[in-house]
């Protein structure tokens, strides 16, 4: 069997559990023809026990309309906010510091995040993760 021919391939940052046919979901995929009721119950699906999290999804679209759900990791910002009860990061992070990461949290986010991360050194995950957080005007121990 000859594979589908891929008509395009999408990114899109829902949350968990709770995508809707509103935008930015249904303009993204009614362009190219997908049946958005289709997409938002197979991703409701797949995401349902990650609720209220940020969920990256790739998505594949193929010529014949039908589509492949890729899900990622949440964003690292997502992830260091989570550990840290925050809502947001800092407004001048070389100024308010809002929080402070511990060494076992960095690696936590740094493992969990380590499948989408362009990287298979456990180290240069850590180095990413504290850029983040230092951007986020979250000190790192």
């Known amino acids: 069997m000859a594979s589908k021919k891929i008509k395009t391939i999408l990114k899109l940052n829902l ?9 930015p979901t249904g ?4 362009q190219h023809g997908v049946p958005i009721m289709d997409f938002v119950n197979k991703y409701n699906e797949l995401t349902k026990d990650q609720r ?3 969920i990256p999804a790739q ?3 193929y010529e014949d309309r039908s589509f492949d759900i890729e899900l990622k ?3 690292v910002a997502d ?7 925050l809502k947001k990061g800092s ?3 070389n100024k308010d510091k809002v929080g402070t990461l511990t060494k076992e949290q960095v690696t936590q986010i740094a493992e969990k995040k380590m499948p989408d991360l ?8 850590i180095k990413i993760i504290q850029g983040t957080a230092r951007s986020m005007g979250i000190t790192t121990k």
Do not use: C, F, H, R
């Open 118 to 125: 362009n990287t298979n050194d456990l180290n240069q995950a």
């Open 91 to 93: 407004a001048e992070p």
């Open 73 to 75: 990791t949440a964003p």
């Open 52 to 54: 209220g999290e940020s």
């Open 79 to 85: 992830l260091i906010k989570q550990a840290l009860k």
């Open 15 to 23: 949350m968990g559990g709770s995508a809707t046919p509103a935008p």
């Open 59 to 61: 998505v594949t679209i």
């Open 27 to 30: 303009p993204a995929l009614g």
